[in-house]
């Protein structure tokens, strides 16, 4: 039996820390007391920081077995893994919850909603899409903004400094180029995922202000592009930087392929700038246990009680949730008032089951085995032989493969002027050692998942295409999770 716990130092020591030490016995004597075999059950005691996440406080995950012959007596037993959250979990629901799980897993407890999958593709990622495509019905319903979901109620990457020395940056690369002749008429700078339009306000602001006193007309020549998946938050940045309207263009992309809408940008932007975008993209988690590959494999449930409610709330059978949650997904809450006028004669209405439904949904893992890492697709053309020296040389870890971010950083590379810089805002494992001491998600934030970014995958991937890529703490708020990332063209 194995006992891991993954936590950071000032969550087990201080006067805030969790006192880990009755959770881990009652664990232990549940699993001493049980009947599964000790040798092929280990524990992963996690202090999941979100509050709203996908996971109860004790969790059973399979874990199949790896690369064993049919009819070989290795092949007959189950393994097991145990996940503890430290923050939530008390000793006694620790005791009961590993004994039934380990005596009676009693899956009819729950209703799926999906089949099982790799985590990119989890029913949760529908969700995520709805909340941003309907995103204003979710902020009337809950009467606040989707950034007071963050952390502090706003972004870090909202801070005049920051643009201010960012800008500075800029005028002396034009600068540089001008005295050569070799800058072009039109300067680019593109936002991907532009919030409220904060960001862009302050960095027009100040470059203006910044263009008057240095006398190069460079605000002249500005052509500052926003990009976000949602319509809704395109708006809402529109009207804040109204008074720069000559100089900004709006687009409504995919985070994913940014080129499918930007394609006549191709090497012309000297700034791309990114903030928490990568963090809310699909994701999948490989893990390493005695040496071998796993891929998390999850499944979107209801807890019985939660889906007898839900189902009650709007007139349906039980068994019926899993198509009225996939319907709501694939239309959306007002089609869905439209079609079934019985269960949603409001909009209201069908914003409430969406809403009671994310609170409510959970994710059960196992364990596959990843027998063909260089045949695993990371995105289009990166290979799974990019994370052989990142997943071998740290031991046994689990840790995100981060698809989505890996996607729309290969695909947003190419739009980079030759002198350009992509910069982003986010919430990046910058050394794999971190997943050993905290959980790193999926979280929940309001109506979207959280992710943090696997960030030396995407170095290597910048590697291979010509890209130095460095990491630094976010500079203008002290104590912040946001890190910095740059990637510019080698020299």
């Given at each position: 039996?194995?006992?891991?716990?993954?936590?950071?130092?000032?969550?087990?020591?201080?006067?805030?820390?969790?006192?880990?030490?009755?959770?881990?016995?009652?664990?232990?004597?549940?699993?001493?007391?049980?009947?599964?075999?000790?040798?092929?059950?280990?524990?992963?005691?996690?202090?999941?920081?979100?509050?709203?996440?996908?996971?109860?406080?004790?969790?059973?995950?399979?874990?199949?077995?790896?690369?064993?012959?049919?009819?070989?007596?290795?092949?007959?037993?189950?393994?097991?893994?145990?996940?503890i959250d430290l923050r939530r979990?008390?000793?006694?629901?620790?005791?009961?919850?590993?004994?039934?799980?380990?005596?009676?897993?009693?899956?009819?407890?729950?209703?799926?909603?999906?089949?099982?999958?790799?985590?990119?593709?989890?029913?949760?990622?529908?969700?995520?899409?709805?909340?941003?495509?309907?995103?204003?019905?979710?902020?009337?319903?809950?009467?606040?903004?989707?950034?007071?979901?963050?952390?502090?109620?706003?972004?870090?990457?909202?801070?005049?400094?920051?643009?201010?020395?960012?800008?500075?940056?800029?005028?002396?690369?034009?600068?540089?180029?001008?005295?050569?002749?070799?800058?072009?008429?039109?300067?680019?700078v593109l936002e991907l995922g532009?919030?409220?339009?904060?960001?862009?306000?302050?960095?027009?602001?100040?470059?203006?202000?910044?263009?008057?006193?240095?006398?190069?007309?460079?605000?002249?020549?500005?052509?500052?592009?926003?990009?976000d998946y949602s319509p809704h938050?395109?708006?809402?940045?529109?009207?804040?930087?109204?008074?720069?309207?000559?100089?900004?263009?709006?687009?409504?992309?995919?985070?994913?392929?940014?080129?499918?809408?930007?394609?006549?940008?191709?090497?012309?932007?000297?700034?791309?700038?990114?903030?928490?975008?990568?963090?809310?993209?699909?994701?999948?988690?490989?893990?390493?246990?005695?040496?071998?590959?796993?891929?998390?494999?999850?499944?979107?449930?209801?807890?019985?009680?939660?889906?007898?409610?839900?189902?009650?709330?709007?007139?349906?059978?039980?068994?019926?949730?899993?198509?009225?949650?996939?319907?709501?997904?694939?239309?959306?809450?007002?089609?869905?008032?439209?079609?079934?006028?019985?269960?949603?004669?409001?909009?209201?209405?069908?914003?409430?089951?969406?809403?009671?439904?994310?609170?409510?949904?959970?994710?059960?893992?196992?364990?596959?085995?990843?027998?063909?890492?260089?045949?695993?697709?990371?995105?289009?053309?990166?290979?799974?032989?990019?994370?052989?020296?990142?997943?071998?040389?740290?031991?046994?870890?689990?840790?995100?493969?981060?698809?989505?971010?890996?996607?729309?950083?290969?695909?947003?590379?190419?739009?980079?002027?030759?002198?350009?810089?992509?910069?982003?805002?986010?919430?990046?494992?910058?050394?794999?050692?971190?997943?050993?001491?905290?959980?790193?998600?999926?979280?929940?934030?309001?109506?979207?998942?959280?992710?943090?970014?696997?960030?030396?995958?995407?170095?290597?991937?910048?590697?291979?295409?010509?890209?130095?890529?460095?990491?630094?703490?976010?500079?203008?708020?002290?104590?912040?999770?946001?890190?910095?990332?740059?990637?510019?063209?080698?020299?």
């Amino acid at each position: 039996m194995l006992i891991e716990l993954r936590a950071s130092d000032d969550r087990l020591r201080g006067p805030k820390a969790v006192d880990a030490a009755p959770i881990l016995t009652a664990a232990y004597r549940a699993a001493v007391d049980g009947r599964a075999d000790l040798s092929r059950l280990r524990f992963v005691c996690d202090y999941i920081q979100y509050r709203q996440n996908f996971r109860d406080p004790v969790e059973l995950r399979r874990v199949e077995p790896w690369n064993i012959e049919p009819g070989s007596p290795a092949a007959d037993g189950e393994s097991f893994e145990i996940a503890i959250d430290l923050r939530r979990a008390r000793p006694d629901a620790v005791d009961a919850g590993i004994k039934a799980s380990i005596t009676d897993p009693r899956e009819c407890d729950r209703l799926p909603l999906e089949k099982w999958g790799p985590g990119s593709r989890s029913l949760i990622w529908g969700f995520n899409t709805l909340y941003w495509k309907a995103l204003s019905l979710w902020e009337q319903s809950t009467g606040k903004g989707y950034e007071s979901a963050l952390p502090g109620g706003e972004s870090d990457a909202r801070n005049a400094e920051a643009a201010r020395e960012l800008i500075l940056r800029l005028f002396a690369l034009w600068d540089g180029l001008a005295s050569r002749r070799a800058l072009p008429e039109e300067l680019y700078v593109l936002e991907l995922g532009v919030g409220n339009g904060n960001q862009a306000r302050v960095f027009l602001d100040e470059l203006r202000r910044l263009d008057r006193e240095h006398g190069r007309g460079y605000f002249r020549r500005l052509h500052y592009l926003m990009g976000d998946y949602s319509p809704h938050v395109l708006e809402l940045a529109r009207k804040n930087v109204a008074h720069h309207s000559e100089h900004i263009s709006s687009l409504v992309l995919d985070a994913l392929r940014p080129t499918q809408t930007l394609g006549f940008l191709r090497y012309k932007a000297f700034l791309v700038y990114i903030s928490n975008v990568y963090d809310n993209l699909p994701t999948d988690e490989i893990v390493r246990i005695g040496g071998h590959l796993f891929q998390v494999e999850t499944r979107a449930v209801l807890a019985r009680s939660a889906a007898e409610s839900l189902s009650a709330s709007v007139k349906v059978k039980r068994a019926d949730l899993p198509d009225l949650i996939a319907r709501l997904l694939r239309v959306g809450p007002e089609l869905l008032c439209e079609m079934l006028p019985e269960s949603f004669p409001k909009p209201v209405d069908a914003v409430t089951f969406w809403r009671s439904a994310w609170e409510a949904l959970r994710l059960e893992e196992r364990y596959a085995p990843l027998l063909e890492l260089d045949t695993y697709q990371v995105a289009p053309d990166v290979g799974g032989e990019l994370l052989r020296p990142i997943v071998e040389a740290n031991g046994d870890v689990r840790m995100h493969i981060s698809n989505g971010a890996a996607a729309s950083f290969t695909d947003t590379l190419p739009l980079l002027h030759p002198h350009g810089v992509l910069l982003c805002h986010d919430l990046f494992v910058t050394d794999v050692h971190q997943y050993l001491n905290g959980f790193r998600g999926p979280g929940k934030y309001d109506g979207s998942v959280v992710n943090w970014v696997n960030g030396r995958l995407l170095q290597a991937i910048g590697s291979r295409r010509g890209f130095d890529v460095s990491f630094a703490p976010f500079a203008y708020r002290t104590g912040a999770n946001i890190m910095t990332m740059t990637a510019r063209a080698r020299d």
